[in-house]
T-cell receptor, first 108, second 121 residues
Framework: EDKVVQSPLSLVVHEGDTVTLNCSYE??????LLWYKQEKKAPTFLFML????IEKKSGRLSSILDKKELFSILNITATQTGDSAIYLC????????FGAGTTVTVRA | GAVVSQHPSWVICKSGTSVKIECRSL??????MFWYRQFPKQSLMLMAT?????????EQGVEKDKFLINHASLTLSTLTVTSAHPEDSSFYIC?????????????????FGEGSWLTVV
């Protein structure tokens, strides 16, 4: 059975801090790892990672995948209150298997 | 704009009644759609995989007679919660896979609907 584990489950930071979110996985037929941000409704796509060691960046967010050690990290630098959300990691073989998510709270 | 539309966004129904939720792909043909359920403060749990023109594949522990899935066309899948009970109250989300398996500019090949809040009273 596919398994996706995220850590920490939650964290609280102050504006300007940097956060690092972890995602480890075990899947039978790995295709890609995806990061999503979920606020009030459906998740919104952040990154899709398929190759090890290639960092993907979007503004203050960045992510990287290690297919040997089977994990990915998502970094958020200079956090803002608008970054408060649940961050979901999902691994795709044919379907998406989601982790439990990390709840990030950014305080002003 | 949204490429997968889900309707209704929220619905309240009486216990014992049935509720239908629609999921439409707007800009592409989706041979495969996925239905998820999310309870408060929990992750998305895959309920079933819906394949156009064939029976849905249900995940372990999901009652197929209770959660009826129909994927009658390449752009529409429906989830019907039959004989709904308060414990079925949840957030239901669909996602659709692009027919060609190719992503758009974002590189994402799976697109989510906006989700449907179901409250059974």
């Amino acid at each position: 059975e596919d398994k996706v584990v995220q850590s920490p489950l939650s964290l609280v930071v102050h504006e300007g801090d940097t956060v690092t979110l972890n995602c480890s996985y075990e899947v039978t037929n790995f295709r890609s790892l995806l990061w999503y941000k979920q606020e009030k409704k459906a998740p919104t796509f952040l990154f899709m990672l398929t190759s090890s060691g290639i960092e993907k960046k979007s503004g203050r967010l960045s992510s990287i995948l290690d297919k040997k050690e089977l994990f990915s990290i998502l970094n958020i630098t200079a956090t803002q209150t608008g970054d408060s959300a649940i961050y979901l990691c999902a691994v795709s073989d044919y379907k998406l298997s989601f982790g439990a998510g990390t709840t990030v709270t950014v305080r002003a | 704009g949204a490429v997968v539309s889900q309707h209704p966004s929220w619905v309240i129904c009486k216990s014992g009644t049935s509720v239908k939720i629609e999921c439409r792909s707007l800009d592409f043909q989706a041979t495969t759609m996925f239905w998820y359920r999310q309870f408060p403060k929990q992750s998305l749990m895959l309920m079933a995989t819906s394949n156009e023109g064939s029976k849905a594949t249900y995940e372990q522990g999901v009652e197929k007679d209770k959660f009826l899935i129909n994927h009658a066309s390449l752009t529409l899948s429906t989830l019907t919660v039959t004989s709904a009970h308060p414990e079925d109250s949840s957030f239901y989300i669909c996602s659709a896979r692009n027919y060609l398996g190719q992503g758009m500019s974002s590189g994402n090949t799976i697109y989510f609907g906006e989700g449907s809040w179901l409250t059974v009273v």
